[in-house]
Nanobody, 116 residues
């Protein structure tokens, strides 16, 4: 069973930065596509960024150029660096692990609030 635990998040002012991480308890972490999603009340969960085992990272249009996803396969972690934060980035952020096109686990969610 894959377990994902998120660290970080919190309150930040407009234009500020935050970084949080997700630790994954899994034997085969390096083969998973890792992603960050976010959700606000009444809306569907949306992709923020994803980083595959190898190849090109993917970003949602609204975060391109501001957010950076990275992974450390030696430490079974995936991180999200968020810069130039906007009020519309306020959401609960979830870490996700996927393999062969299917989701295999979610983190507990971490609240990010951007104040103006």
């Amino acid at each position: 069973q894959v377990q994902l635990v998120e660290f970080g998040g919190g309150l930040v002012q407009l234009g500020g930065s935050l970084r949080f991480s997700c630790e994954v308890s899994a034997t085969f972490f390096s083969i998973y596509t890792m992603g960050w999603y976010r959700q606000t009340p009444g809306k569907q969960r949306e992709l923020v960024a994803a980083i595959p085992r190898a190849g090109t990272t993917t970003y949602g249009d609204s975060v391109k150029g501001r957010f950076t996803i990275s992974r450390d396969n030696a430490k079974n972690t995936v991180s999200l660096q968020m810069n130039s934060l906007k009020p519309e980035d306020t959401a609960v952020y979830y870490c996700n692990a996927a393999y062969a096109g299917g989701s295999i686990g979610w983190g507990q969610g971490t609240q990010v609030t951007v104040s103006s």
